[in-house]
């Protein structure tokens, strides 16, 4: 499945039940918590189109019109924060969401 203009096809992440170190359990309430907005984006739709030019985004200049710049580590595999109540859920009977693009707050390096 191709997310549309602007969105990401995300899951959600799984928290482990104990930290790296292992000494430290985690409970079910706790893990759930640190994980409600990690995600794993499982594919990115196209960049959409900005009709502002004087807006706060960056952008890339291609074919005469001003494109919303998608941040270089927001491909398949990587590990993202999205903004508190921005999934929509894909309806395909998966555990899998859609997030806008601007809706990113971060994306998870090792």
């Not at 359990?25 to 196209?46: K, N």
């Not at 919303?68 to 969401?97: C, I, K, M, N, S």
């Amino acid at each position: 499945m191709k997310p549309a203009r602007g969105l990401l096809l995300v899951k959600r992440v799984d928290t482990e039940e104990t930290l790296p170190n292992g000494k430290v359990v985690l409970p079910e309430s706790v893990r759930e918590s640190l994980a409600a907005y990690q995600a794993e984006v499982i594919a990115v739709g196209e960049p959409t189109w900005c009709e502002t030019p004087d807006c706060d985004r960056l952008h890339d200049e291609a074919a005469n019109r001003l494109w919303h710049h998608t941040p270089a580590g927001l491909v398949p595999g990587a590990w993202v924060v999205v903004a508190p109540r921005r999934y929509v859920a894909a309806e395909d009977g998966t555990e899998q969401f859609f997030a806008r693009i601007e809706d990113v707050l971060a994306i998870l390096t090792l």
